[in-house]
């Protein structure tokens, strides 16, 4: 059996005219999300080759084209709204069923102050109330209008 503990992953991305190397020698990138990840042994600075932890690099080089990062947000913000959407969609199916089981009376007294707050939170959400105005809200709790960014 392998000891996991011992196997180290590759965390720094390699910078070359300030563009991130790409995986599988594909070329360069300037999106952070689309490089690849190495070991800091890998760089050469003798031939402009620099490693940044992955921590610490920006999300966009300075030569990153501005169409490019551009289009990285909209799909990484699309991926977010699906995110909240399906979420929402959780909470008000989870609203739902205790709704119906309070009404039938299975839902115990122990419950209620929960439900209470979930059905006040609940008819926030369906008022368009800003919930997300508070830094600690969830993610399902951003009202979204349905517009495209």
Not at 127 to 138: F, I, T
């Amino acid at each position: 059996m392998q000891d996991n503990s011992e196997i180290v992953e590759p965390r720094y991305l390699l910078v070359k005219r300030d563009l991130y190397y790409a995986p599988n020698s594909m070329g360069y990138t300037g999106i952070k999300d689309k490089a690849g990840r190495y070991f800091a042994s890998d760089a050469l600075p003798d031939c402009g080759v620099t490693a940044i932890h992955e921590d610490d690099a920006p999300d966009f080089t300075k030569a990153c084209y501005a169409d490019l990062a551009r289009d990285h947000l909209q799909e990484k913000i699309a991926v977010l709204r699906a995110q909240v959407e399906a979420e929402r969609t959780a909470v008000l199916a989870y609203l739902a069923t205790c709704a119906r089981e309070t009404m039938s009376g299975t839902r115990t007294s122990s419950n209620c102050t929960r439900q209470s707050t979930i059905v006040n939170l609940h008819r926030d959400i369906e008022r368009g109330l800003h919930v997300a105005e508070d830094p600690r809200a969830p993610l399902w709790a951003i009202p979204w209008d349905g517009e495209a960014v």
